[in-house]
């Protein structure tokens, strides 16, 4: 019997713990917190749940989102974080 492993990510917003395909990625590009629909942009990501309550907790908290991605720039930067959401990944 071959058993399968599954990935499991923490919600940066709430800590609550899931399966990878079941969570939204973030990555920083371009200066802003993009949403990586198919996990291809570099780099680290953040994930979230997906919820508002959740999503808005990344971008109201840019000390959370620069440690999670180890960028300080961002905290020194932004606040709140710009957030684009698209169906298209970054190229």
């Not at 990586?36 to 959370?64: H, M, T, W």
Request: glycine letters at 6%; one cysteine or more; proline letters at 5%.
């Amino acid at each position: 019997m071959i058993q399968l492993m599954v990935s499991i990510r923490t919600c940066l917003g709430c800590g609550k713990k899931a399966p990878k395909t079941s969570m939204l990625r973030f990555a920083w590009y371009n200066w802003h917190l993009m949403q990586d629909n198919k996990g291809f942009v570099n780099g680290r990501g953040v994930y979230s749940c997906d919820n508002e309550s959740c999503i808005q907790a990344l971008v109201d908290n840019p000390r959370k989102v620069a440690g999670a991605l180890r960028c300080p720039a961002i905290k020194a930067k932004h606040k709140p974080l710009p957030l684009k959401v698209s169906d298209k990944t970054a190229e």
